[in-house]
Every structure is written in structure tokens, then in C-alpha cells.
């Protein structure tokens, strides 16, 4: 099973990212798929997941309103529409799939490898 994250970079505040988790090696509709983020210095935390069949989505309060999570079970390809970017965004990204219903991440099998993401003010 292998999920690579792409899509991150340097933007400026107010700027827009999408990450991409393309995922291989696994009924990818059978799976959430969350997007988790770690800043310098602190703790991982999640950031948004969506259920296998795209209808129910979920939101950490710090993104609520800026990012958008989507999936295309076609392509095997779930992103993360971030816009109005922060500083405080600033974090390696990473995927991950799961059976699980929650946001907690040892509930998630399978991790990409993380996509950087530099907010500058």
C-alpha cells in the first residue's frame, strides 16, 4: 500500500494550496482518508477526514471554513483544498487511511510520507 502526498510549497498569506494523496494498493473506497499536519515543534494534529463515500467530512475548528477535503474514488485520489493560508498553517501534511470513523491517528493503516507546507507573513 503506498499514499503519496503532493501539492505543498511556499505561498504567501491569504494564498490557496491543494494537496493531492494518491493512494495505491488498497480498495481506496473501502477507507477514510484523513489529512494530519505537524508543525515545528508540535504535536500532530488533525486537520480534516472524509468518509469512503465522500458525503461526510469532518474539520478541525483551527481550518473549519478554509479548507475543503474531497476525494475522487475513480482516481484513487483524495485532496485538500486549503485557501486563505496562515502562518500558523505552516506544517509538514500527511495522509492517511483508515477503517475508522474518528480523527484519532492510530486508528489510520496507512501514512503517506508528508508534503510540506510554508506560510510566510
Known amino acids: 500500500v503506498q499514499l503519496q502526498a503532493s501539492g505543498g510549497g511556499l505561498v504567501q498569506t491569504g494564498d490557496s494550496l491543494r494537496l493531492s494523496c494518491a493512494a495505491s494498493?488498497?480498495?481506496?473506497?473501502?477507507?477514510?482518508v484523513g489529512w494530519f499536519r505537524r508543525a515545528p515543534g508540535k504535536e500532530r494534529e488533525f486537520v480534516a477526514h472524509?468518509?469512503?463515500?465522500?458525503?461526510?467530512?469532518s474539520y478541525a475548528d483551527s481550518v473549519k471554513g478554509r479548507f475543503t477535503i474531497s476525494r475522487d474514488n475513480a482516481k484513487n485520489t483524495a485532496y485538500l483544498q486549503m485557501n486563505s493560508l496562515k502562518p500558523e498553517d505552516t506544517a509538514v501534511y500527511y495522509c492517511?487511511?483508515?477503517?475508522?470513523?474518528?480523527?484519532?491517528?492510530?486508528?489510520?493503516?496507512?501514512w503517506g510520507q508528508g508534503t510540506l507546507v510554508t506560510v510566510s507573513s
Open positions: 472524509i468518509r469512503w463515500s465522500g458525503g461526510t467530512t
Open positions: 492517511a487511511a483508515g477503517r475508522t470513523v474518528n480523527s484519532i491517528p492510530r486508528t489510520y493503516d496507512y
Open positions: 494498493g488498497l480498495t481506496f473506497i473501502f477507507y477514510t
